[in-house]
């Protein structure tokens, strides 16, 4: 992400990460979330951070992936995005198998 600036900005700019003017852009992936309950339990979170000395995070999101025949959860996915915003995330990522007309939209409704 960090070497190949172009593809790191169109990448992001499809998920809906602005421009990030610093250097040093790092993308963080966690699989395993700390002082969360069963209920609140997302796949995934994505940091994205910036700069070297004093990283500032630039943009995070939540990840909710269902894979085979399982549908998203309207519910759970509710859930997440409540608890995303207590903790200062305003995006989820959903994937599925479940189709939309734009991919930038979910199939459940929030």
């Not at 790092?26 to 700069?51: A, M, Q, W, Y």
């Not at 859930?79 to 930038?104: C, D, H, K, Q, W």
Request: proline share 4%; hydrophobic share 40%; net charge negative.
């Amino acid at each position: 992400m960090s070497a190949v600036k172009e593809y790191r900005e169109e990448l992001l700019s499809e998920i809906g990460v602005k421009k990030i003017k610093n250097q040093n852009v790092c993308l963080h992936t966690f699989t395993e979330l700390e002082n969360v309950t069963k209920e609140n339990r997302p796949d995934g979170l994505i940091v994205v951070t910036s700069g070297k000395l004093n990283p500032i995070i630039e943009w995070a999101c939540f990840v909710e992936a269902k894979v085979g025949s399982n549908l998203l959860d309207e519910g759970q996915v509710e859930r997440y995005a409540t608890f995303a915003r207590e903790i200062g995330i305003n995006n989820i990522i959903t994937i599925s198998n479940e189709l939309v007309t734009n991919p930038m939209h979910s199939p459940i409704k929030l």
